[in-house]
């Protein structure tokens, strides 16, 4: 459903889900508010090299899947997904805003980050076990031996 993405020296489908709570649970978001943030993160995941893939969200809380670059660790990410969209929502709303929050704070200091996608756990743990495993010194030297031994009756 989400297609491979490539960067200067790798390919990567590496997607995660956060989520992020307004401060004190308040609930603070109406659609106008939410319609904006939709814009805010848009456009900072691009800035970031990342994109965002689905969005939503109710009146205390969002929830975002976000495509990241590896190149980007995802706290730094979230720092300026938040960062920037409380600055917006409280420069362009703060009358509405104020009613409901106070101080400086407009998200949770908190998230949630899932890695999400691909293979579930049960079976990337069994590709990762079922691996060829490097042979020992020891069964280099046998295959030596018998590789040696094949060619001089051959």
């Known amino acids: 459903m989400y297609e491979w993405r490539t960067g200067r020296s790798c390919v990567y489908k590496n997607h995660v889900h ?10 603070v978001l109406n659609r106008k508010l939410l319609e904006r943030l939709n814009k805010i993160f848009t456009e900072t995941c691009k800035q970031m090299d990342c ?3 689905e969005y939503n969200g109710e009146d205390d809380h969002v929830h975002l899947m976000v495509a990241v670059h590896p190149k980007i660790a995802v706290s730094n990410l979230v720092g300026k997904l938040k960062g920037k969209s ?8 703060w009358p509405q805003i104020k009613k409901k929050l106070w101080g400086n704070h407009f998200w949770s ?9 691909g293979a579930s756990l049960d079976v990337v743990k069994t590709y990762i076990e079922n691996q060829r495993t490097p042979p020992t010194d020891r069964q280099v030297e046998h295959s ?4 040696g031994k094949k060619r001089k009756h051959a």
């Open 109 to 117: 200091p908190s998230y949630c980050v899932v890695s999400v996608g």
């Open 51 to 53: 994109e965002l893939l």
């Open 18 to 27: 956060l989520v992020f709570v307004t401060k004190y649970r308040r609930d």
């Open 144 to 147: 030596k031996k018998l590789s």
């Open 86 to 93: 409380a600055y917006f929502l409280r420069k362009d709303y």
